[in-house]
């Protein structure tokens, strides 16, 4: 039986020394075939290379276009920017158009002490001077200020065209005595408007005023918590435990005559004769009992 077993364990242990070099050398192939194939069609090289230049050369061009638009944007927005300065120029030209310099009287902007006057005396004779109706600030694309009168009317009626007379009034009149009483009739203000603003103040101490009016004597009464003399007991509710508040009957009393007696205790069960006997009368290592 024992060689049984050990023919049996041997060849266990062969097998799996078989099975474990067999995985071994499958490892090994899937190892080199998995490296193969994905060298050779998932990671090549020479595609991913290919790649990586045509990369390059499509990013310079989104590069060359951003830039390209963005100096489209800026130009643009300088356009704006200089369409809207104009137009604030022009506003304000038309605006100040009582400045401009006359035959007779030289304007704030052509002065005699220049040899050539300033560019807004150029604007303020070639503008148009502003008219007297309202004018509004109006936020337009450029930011600038816009006419009211050069905004699209809202249709209306014409202002040609009257409206009719009112209908006249019909029906009962007050007497002119009515209408002076109601007129002039006295004020009665609301409970608010007509109480004093410090009225309860003046309450409160008025109410303190009766409350001294009518006292006794002049010490206020204090709690016991707030007292700063101590409570004094009184003489029939103080014992030697100190004052009891609940009254007369003590929690603890005790009578201290009981106390001294000359009677010996007495026991309840009687003494054993022979433990009565311990310790009297012994010799040498033992007990005589007698």
């Known amino acids: 039986m024992g060689r049984t077993y050990c023919r049996i364990r041997i060849r266990n242990l062969v097998m799996i020394m078989g099975m474990n070099l067999h995985n071994a050398m499958a490892v090994r192939i899937q190892k080199r075939w998995r490296g193969f194939y994905v060298r050779k069609y998932v990671h090549n090289f020479h595609a991913r290379k290919r790649y990586l230049e045509g990369l390059i050369i499509k990013n310079q061009i989104v590069r060359s276009e951003l830039d390209e638009f ?21 506003f304000e030209a038309r605006k100040n158009h009582y400045l401009v310099s006359t035959h007779q009287i030289a304007g704030i902007y052509n002065s005699p002490f220049r040899e050539f006057p300033q560019e807004m005396e150029f604007r303020l004779r070639a503008a148009k001077p502003l008219s007297h109706r309202k004018v509004i600030p109006v936020q337009d694309d450029f930011s600038g200020m816009v006419d009211v009168a050069s905004l699209p009317q809202k249709p209306g009626p014409s202002k040609a065209t009257l409206p009719p007379l009112p209908e006249p ?28 603003f410090e009225c309860l103040e003046k309450a409160r101490e008025s109410i ?12 206020p009464f204090m709690p016991f ?16 435990y100190g004052h009891l508040p609940y009254g007369t009957k003590y929690f603890r009393e005790e009578d201290k005559s009981r106390r001294i007696s000359k009677d010996r205790m007495r026991t309840l069960v009687s003494p054993i004769p022979i433990f009565e006997q311990f310790g009297r009368t012994f010799s040498k290592g033992s007990v005589v009992l007698q």
């Open 169 to 196: 009034i019909k029906g009962p009149f007050r007497t002119p005595a009515e209408v002076q009483a109601q007129r002039y009739k006295p004020l009665h203000p609301s409970v608010r408007v007509a109480t004093d």
């Open 208 to 219: 303190k005023q009766e409350e001294w009016r009518l006292r006794i004597h002049d010490t």
């Open 225 to 240: 918590s707030k007292r700063k003399a101590p409570y004094n007991p009184l003489l029939h509710t103080s014992t030697e």
């Open 70 to 90: 963005r100096e489209q944007q800026l130009s643009e927005y300088k356009r704006n920017q200089q369409i809207a300065h104009e137009k604030k120029l022009q």
